[in-house]
Every structure is written in structure tokens, then in C-alpha cells.
């Protein structure tokens, strides 16, 4: 019997050095798109899926992370005097429950693996998801919570996917793929950030993952793989010749690299026209500024 997938883990420790000079004492995760910080749609989209325990890998100077998920009873009080009822219940969906949350150091940036090896005393043996908040995905049912009900079905590791084109591929873990079956993949090998020529298929492995813990077994031995650091991509790999393998989700949805400003200012503009309230004053905005584009050429 396969094993409910109930926690995750939420690498976290990056300095975000990309995103300077907010990050200098912001946060990257909690750098909002409209009106919601990054953490908390990987958040919601973890509660969706049925996760329960939540494991962030911090490092210093993440204390803004870790107070944003308490609670605030002078603001809670404060809204409630003033019958802003709206605000009080949005701001009591950022609450977590006590003991819900877990956090824990990474006190040398070694790479992915490393962050998620660091959380093995909380894992187990159990299966668990990997959400990196950088990879903001819009979808009508969220990513993970399609992963999770395809792994019912399989088991094993799995790992979302998407098609990049070819130029692209450098900055992204490949699969080589034995079997397509349409939303899922059988994979058969896993190439970290190869050249163009060199990747095996225009599958690319984005931040989703739900992993055996046997991933974290691999991980122990702490071999240095591309960029010299601890590739999770690598102890992935290593489950593809086991029982359950390794496999690809094709998940419904677009992603954004809100890692990357361009990405952040795309998730921007696409959350921001989703939002019923914002969406004619932006649409109108957008439309000046590209007539302004044309009138300037």
C-alpha cells in the first residue's frame, strides 16, 4: 500500500542575490506578487494537495519568513473592531496551525540536494514533496495536487515537467525519456543542465517533486555534481533503475520564474489580470503603454 504524501519541504535559503537591494533585508520568498508573498502560494498550493507538515530550510537573516506564518492578534483584533471582515479572514488563511511548521538551518549553500538532505531527521520513511517557491505555477487544480493524485497510482519518485526549447535547456535538469504516455513519462535518465546539443529530449524538470526516501539514502553520500554542488537531480537518478522508478508529469498550468526579475514582472502582470478587481484598470494600463510602444516606432 502506497503511503499519503503529507510533507514538504520547502528549501528556503537562498540569499537571493538576484533581486538586490530588497533582498539585502527582504525575504525573496515573501516578495509579493499583487498582494500575496511568494511562500504563500507554494503554501496554498501544498494545503491543496494534502500536505500537512511543512519543513522550511532557512538560513540567516530569514526571520521575516518565520514571523510572516504567525499570528497577529493586535492586527486581528484591530480589523475586527472595524468590521473588516474581508481582511480578517484573508489574514487569518496565513496562519498555521502550532507544530505544523518546522525550520531548519542550511549553513552552507551546497546546492538542492544538500538543503533537502538537510531535512532527513523529519522525513523518515516517508515519501514527501520538494516545492521550490520560485516556480510560481497558475493552474486551475495546483501542480502538486496533480502530482499527488498521479503518484496514487504509480508510486516511486516523480518530478513535474514541462518543454523548453532547446536554448533553454542549460538552466534546467533534462529527462531522457524510455516511455511517453502523455501527461506522465517513463524516465530512464537525467541530465543536469547540459548544452543544448547535448540534452537528451525538451522535457525540463521544474520545482515540483515527490520523492522516496531512499532519495535522501543518495543524498548521505554527498557527491558534487554540476556547479560542483550537491545535485538533487543526481540522487534522483539513482532511483531510476529501482521496483518504482522515476517518472515526469506533464502538469496543466503555466509556470513563472519568479526567481528571475523578468519571470517576477510576467507573474505580475498575469496574477494581477486575474484578479477581477485590478483587471480593467490593468488592462487599460497595459494597452496604453503598448500603443505608446507602436507610436514611438
Known sequence: MKRKVTKAIFPVAGMGTRFLPATKSVPKEIMTLVDRPLIQYAIDEARAAGIKEFIFVTSRGKGALEDY??????????????????????????????GAIAYIRQHRALGLGHAVWCARRL???????????????????????????????????MVAAMEVAPDKASSYGVLDVSEDMGAMVKVKGMVEKPKAEEAPSNLAVIGRYILSPSVLTNLNKMKSGAGGEIQLTDAIATEIEKQHGVYGYRFRGQRFDCGSKSGFLQATVAFGLDREELREDLSAYLHDVVNMGKAAE
Open 123 to 157: 522525513i523518515a520513511d516517508e515519501p514527501f514533496a520538494v516545492i521550490l517557491p520560485d516556480d510560481v505555477i497558475a493552474a486551475e487544480k495546483p501542480c502538486l495536487q496533480q502530482m499527488v493524485e498521479a503518484y496514487a497510482e504509480t508510486g516511486g519518485n
Open 69 to 98: 506564518f504567525d499570528h497577529a492578534p493586535q492586527l486581528e483584533q484591530e480589523l475586527e473592531k472595524k468590521g473588516k471582515t474581508d481582511l480578517l479572514e484573508t489574514l487569518k488563511s496565513t496562519n498555521m496551525e502550532s
